[in-house]
């Protein structure tokens, strides 16, 4: 089921706060890349829909155009198409003013890129080391039907934190859920007696565990395979380089991360068993 949007913007071009029943989701949710409509999900954007996906102000937008930074959309019409690579660069310049680069140094840079031959393989390094990450089927439902599915078990509390843990979204009437596994999987758990409040300190706690160790995957590329340069220095096939390294990390990552758990779980398990054993004696 596709996930929830919102068909108005804010007049600056971006969507409302992330609060529940705001229409965009909490951090981690089903906001920013989800948020287009229709056209952004086969790699085509409105204005409004690109700065969005992007996270900036549609004014903002303008300026980089107007500054040569971002190329002008493909014309239909009246109608401006932007595309995936348009994400790509935008997303690109944001993280270069992050990095305290001036709009004219960022200029300067692509133009160099350009120039070297580099910038395509820069924007697809951009595609490797971001995308493709997450793969989540979005689940969206009525609140009628979210409390005929969860029962007495879910409070308006609940649901509340589920929004700020990012794991749904609400627009008035509506509710999404960002993943139909994890959905599954809380049902599950609450079928079998376990309280939802204690599922979300549970999910609370895997969440900064889980980015502590996305922290210390990133640490080591950046410091073992893109090097202490950065990458405003290296050379197109140096680049591809990185751009295969990424690809290759994604699902090693995903193995050792799902591998570790497995064995830590059937170590607590056996234990747990064994405790249970012995009280029986």
Not at 226 to 235: C, Q, V, Y
Request: glycine share 12%.
């Amino acid at each position: 089921m596709s996930s929830l949007v919102r068909d108005e913007a804010d007049e600056d071009g971006t969507t409302g706060g992330g609060a529940p029943g705001g229409g965009t989701s909490g951090a981690g949710g089903t906001g920013g890349a989800a948020g287009p409509r229709a056209g952004a999900a086969c790699g085509r954007y409105r204005r409004e829909d690109l700065a969005r996906a992007a996270g900036v102000k549609e004014r903002n937008l303008r300026y980089y155009q107007e500054r040569g930074l971002l190329p002008p959309p493909r014309r239909e019409g009246r109608i401006g198409w932007y595309s995936e690579e348009h994400l790509v660069r935008l997303r690109l310049i944001s993280d270069l003013l992050g990095r305290g680069y001036t709009v004219n140094g960022i200029g300067e840079l692509l133009r160099a890129w350009e120039d070297g031959g580099g910038l395509p393989q820069l924007l697809g390094l951009e595609r490797a080391m971001v995308r493709d990450w997450v793969q989540e089927e979005p689940v969206t439902m009525s609140t009628a039907e979210l409390v005929e599915l969860f029962g007495p078990a879910a409070t308006a509390e609940d649901t509340r934190r589920a929004a700020r843990l990012g794991y749904v979204s609400i627009d008035g009437d509506l509710v999404t859920h960002r993943n139909r596994r994890l959905l599954e999987a809380t049902l599950a758990l609450v079928r079998q007696g376990v309280p939802l409040a204690e599922i979300l300190d549970a999910a609370d706690l895997l969440q900064a565990q889980a980015a502590a160790l996305a922290d210390r995957f990133v640490g080591l590329f950046r410091r073992h395979v893109i090097g202490p340069e950065g990458l405003e220095r290296l050379s197109a096939s140096q680049l591809d380089h990185i751009a295969d390294a990424a690809a290759d990390l994604r699902p090693v990552a995903g193995e050792v991360v799902a591998a570790e758990f497995a064995r830590a779980m059937a170590l607590r398990m056996e234990a747990e068993v064994a405790e249970l054993l012995r009280r029986e004696r």
